[in-house]
């Protein structure tokens, strides 16, 4: 599929091939089930027959990452976690075959940190307990598979602008699926909470985190004067329906995601590069006609719900929107905050180890009042893994970001980071790791991209000699 890539109709073909998986979700779901299966074992082939030249395996990962909601929208028929197991498979298999030698050592202590809790599980039969184990275990492991496999790990920069344009073909996929499984003339809006038909009947806080990934894959592109698709226009088209049919989800956790992830990382570099500040104002009119683009999509969505994905965005309940009667004192974060506050207390009873995997739910009920799952992964970290989830927050997430950050000097790099980073992040707050997506998108953050030997001398002056904005 890489290589398809490199020529128009190859793109194509491949373009086609995806938008048709989109519309076989809701005529031949077990279908998109077993194609999901068949590219996993065709790149694992690849990356085998190539001895993952050009990092295949890292990028094949980014692109299932990107596909899992699919096939989760297609049944998930083989397993409900297939997405995070064969990131983690693909990530293994690109270490051993790859023959990298460097190892990062700090993503090995994350690792030896998530161990402790799998001895806590308690269930009635060891099925239950090895459940249990896999599928609270395997966001961590994903996260922790990432980082050894990208960490400093050098990529071409062409190499990447080219896998990452393999990795945005699953966007037209999800496209096509919420097209003919919930088509917006079929839709409904009667209030303002997350709309599972807008997101074709799933999760919508899970389907509009997919999609605010991919909005912000194009906004990086276009940033760089890059195209992600063969056309232009065909970028600003799945811009479109991409910011549209995420806003439809009322679920604002993808949309605030890309875009908070996006402007922090423009903001990073205005401040520290004052040669982007130059070319940032050479591109105030395309940057103000791209704030007119969202304002517009948003003003579309908002025709389409009759209002209320404004009301939504306003914090609004419901109740408040019929009566006109606004309630003080009420949270926005839809119940999370109550839950964060339950974590909390059971870190405190349980301090040392927490309560190990998956035994946090039952616990919750006591403080919450009701079984409820983790919504944030930090909260998730210090109820199920006590103090070793502390120092897996304040040295995976905290100190070996800024320290990467500082010792890097490539513009181009760290503008990556941060916007990979950041997106990771927010979504683990606010849909902790049901994914695979913020944990290969933590990994990825630690990359290392190379620009052309041409450039390289100027690296140092900014984005205009990276052509990253103008």
């Known amino acids: ?12 073909f491949l373009v086609g091939f995806h938008l048709m998986l989109g519309v076989l979700v809701k005529y031949m779901p077990s279908l998109v ?103 609270n275990m395997s966001g961590p492991l994903t996260l922790v598979m990432a980082g050894l496999y990208f960490f400093r790990r050098p990529i071409d920069e062409d190499v990447f602008y080219h896998q990452m344009r393999m990795a945005f073909l699953p966007a037209f996929t999800i496209i096509a699926a919420l097209s003919v499984m919930a088509n917006i003339s079929h839709l ?11 997101a074709g009947g799933f999760g919508p806080n899970q389907v509009s985190t997919v999609l605010g990934w991919f909005i912000l894959m194009v906004l990086l592109f276009k940033v760089n004067k890059r195209q992600i698709t063969t056309w232009n226009w065909l970028d600003w088209v799945m811009l479109f329906y991409l910011v549209l049919r995420a806003l439809l989800t009322f679920s604002r956790g993808g949309v605030f995601g890309s875009l908070l992830a996006f402007t922090a990382a423009i903001m990073v570099l205005v401040v520290t590069f004052p040669s982007f500040r130059r070319q940032l104002r050479k591109a105030a009119p395309y940057i103000l006609g791209g704030i007119l683009f969202f304002i517009g999509v948003f003003f579309v969505a908002n025709r389409i719900t009759n209002n209320f994905l404004l009301y939504r965005y306003q914090g609004l ?146 984005f205009q000699s990276l052509e990253m904005a103008g």
């Open 317 to 462: 309940t419901t109740t408040e929107v019929q009566t006109g009667i606004r309630h003080a004192n009420r949270s926005m974060l839809t119940g999370r905050d109550a839950i964060i506050r339950a974590d909390v207390q059971i870190f405190k009873d349980n301090p040392m180890l927490g309560v190990g995997y998956g035994m946090a739910e039952g616990h919750r009920a006591r403080y919450y009042g009701q079984f409820a799952a983790a919504h944030t992964e930090f909260a998730r970290l210090l109820s199920e893994h006590g103090i070793p989830g502390v120092i897996f927050m304040l040295v995976g997430m905290i100190w070996l970001p800024i320290s990467f950050f500082i010792r890097v000097r490539s513009p181009m790099t760290r503008f990556y980071f941060l916007a990979f980073y950041l997106l990771s992040m927010f979504t683990m707050f606010h849909a902790a790791m049901r994914l695979a997506l913020p944990g290969v998108l933590f990994g990825a953050a630690f990359m290392m991209i190379k620009m052309q030997p041409k450039l390289e001398p100027k690296a140092e002056e900014g």
């Open 33 to 135: 089930a077993m194609a999901y299966v068949g590219l996993f074992l065709w790149f694992v082939w690849d990356v085998v027959y190539t001895y993952d030249r050009n990092s295949r395996a890292g990028f094949y990962a980014i692109y299932l990452m990107g596909l899992e909601m699919v096939y989760r929208m297609a049944g998930a028929q083989f397993s409900w976690e297939l997405g995070k197991y064969v990131c983690i498979i693909l990530f293994l298999l690109g270490l051993i075959i790859g023959g990298r030698k460097y190892i990062a050592w700090t993503f090995v202590l994350l690792l030896t940190l998530l161990l402790p809790a799998m001895f806590l599980v308690e269930g009635s039969t060891t099925l239950e307990i090895r459940k249990n184990i896999l599928f």
């Open 188 to 198: 409904e809006f009667t209030s303002v909470q997350s709309s599972g038909a807008a």
């Open 1 to 12: 599929m890489v290589d398809l890539i490199h020529s128009k109709k190859g793109h194509i």
